[in-house]
């Protein structure tokens, strides 16, 4: 049995879901040779370190009742550097402004010898070489599957399943409230406003929408892929943005009449980043419904590859940080 | 730079895109710090073997004008038993009556230490969990993504990908010729017999398409998937399968009037296989057409992650086979 010692910094939904996650699943990855041995959480309130292991159960039932974790009164870098551990789970709040507090946890985390996984997109959106220099620098992995695509393993089909093939291009739609918007507007030919008002009602759509509908956090999650696949050293900056804020459903009706749906899609081929409403064809690998994300990967020897399934949620999004964290495990 | 030495088990179609793959892919692969040297080729007129490694440009121009690389009057076994190398990728014809001579080749592979990388269904279908436990006793690894869905990663997809899930269940469309007859019969509402003879002479289907048509080859697909996921001991006897020869264009017609595509759908869960036509509803993610092959795979954690791509070609199964040799490359 091989022990892995984590500490999870942010415990809000995504945080959450991963310690929910590693409880449920202990014995399964036991059977695998794993134990997840949890021996610091943080959140904004402050730290719990328990060398011996974190009682999950208590963790979460604590920050249900008290709204933080905090039991010690370290901060988060001491529990990053000075606690011994293997990774750092990097789930707090992003930032598309500075990338903080995730970039400084990611780089002290690294600079401590710690392999890194992470749900955080702002940091990779901002400073991708260097979060990965950084890694490489000192010799430790840095995963980051469920920055995009939700539970969809985007990262690992092109890096590891599509080994050996040249990556000539990706589209996708990877916004679940665009997504989600713009099938009922097509479905029920209702307006704009009124769509994302249900949205928003239902919880797929945040109070102030700016950050999804202006194609602002697809923007940031088509950077990460570009960085990461074609080794760019692109920012979010340089991504051509159009947002679907626009569209009607006239347009949507036109289209439909032409065996056609709208689509947020986002482009990245070597140099160039797209996010724009686009004519999809119903029958299209991207024509996937509701609040579905999906990756359609233009590669030389496989061809066109498809990959679709929730882009959010936090169990979902825990399904990705911990697919990454057996990777590092069995790979390190 | 790690050298991997292979040989490659028979040189048909797969066997000869995959000496292609590795010629057109070599600059990147070094990149990645792997050489692959190809020490020995077979085919039914016997062997090539070279220490130094074969000349691939060669050996596929001679196959082109002899019909044979045989340059060695050495057996297969001598090739795969006696000459020093790391993996065999095995790529002979597939026998479902007895799995020859794909069966005894990795049998010989894993006993003289070799990791295997296979295209070829029938000795999985047939007798799984005596290969992999084979590959176990050995110490070797056992890769077989190429067996099950051309260039769509499956295996890796639910084995690393998604790393962590407990499978639930897994549905889909494994049979490009299938799916191409039954796309061609409902959009163009045609019969059968006149679509089939159309595959035929595009080369979508065989002379003799009983493999396909009724079956049987998405049932070893199924079979290799049940045994590699929920550790079946199935062979494809064990599958309830319904071919799609029954099929009308009225059927079809029905099913398209209630937004419904009939599609000849794999599903296995925990103790059941089965391949029958089923009405799939056009918007679900089952629902690609022509020749494209699907996998819909149901999961504890990430819900239902669906990947689609194409299903044959001997480029698109290479692509498999070159991403299980370098995997073996990176664990190794």
Request: proline share 3%; glycine share 10%.
């Amino acid at each position: 049995m091989k022990t892995v010692r984590l500490s999870i910094i942010g415990f809000g939904a995504v945080g959450q879901g991963v310690a929910r996650s590693i409880l449920s699943k202990q014995e399964y990855l036991h059977k695998q040779g794993i134990d997840l041995c949890v021996v610091g959480i943080a959140d904004s309130g402050g730290c719990e370190v328990n060398k011996q292991g974190i009682d999950l159960k208590n963790a979460i039932a604590r920050k249900k009742q008290t709204g933080t974790v905090a039991a010690d009164s370290d901060g988060v870098l001491d529990l990053i550097n000075g606690t011994d551990h293997d990774i750092v789970v990097e789930a707090t709040p992003t930032s598309i402004k500075d990338g903080e507090p995730g970039l400084g946890n990611m780089l002290s985390a690294f600079e401590s010898g710690k392999h890194v996984v992470t749900s955080n997109k702002g940091p990779l959106a901002l400073r991708f070489s260097e979060l990965k220099e950084a890694a490489e620098d000192n010799g430790v992995m840095f995963r980051y599957e469920a920055t995009v695509g939700g539970a969809v393993p985007i990262f690992n089909l092109i890096h590891e399943a599509l080994a050996g093939n040249t990556i000539v291009g990706i589209e996708g739609i990877l916004n679940g409230t665009c997504n989600y918007i713009l099938t009922r507007m097509a479905e029920e030919r209702m307006p704009y406003e009124l769509v994302l008002k249900e949205a928003q009602e239902l919880g797929i759509a945040e109070a102030d929408p700016t950050y999804d509908v202006e194609g602002i956090d697809s923007a940031c999650k088509l950077v990460i892929i570009a960085n990461s696949v074609f080794g760019d050293n692109a920012t979010y900056h340089d991504v051509d943005v159009t947002g679907i804020t626009k569209i009607t459903p006239e347009a949507l009706e036109l289209a439909n009449e032409n065996n056609y749906l709208i689509k947020l899609i986002c482009e990245a081929t070597e140099g160039k980043l797209t996010v724009a409403p686009r004519l999809v064809p119903k029958r299209h690998p991207l024509a996937v419904g509701g609040t579905l994300n999906v990756a359609s990967i233009q590669t030389d020897l496989a061809g066109r590859i498809t990959i679709s399934g929730k882009g959010a949620g936090s169990i979902e999004t825990a399904s990705s940080i911990l697919s990454d964290i057996v990777f590092i495990a069995r790979n390190s």
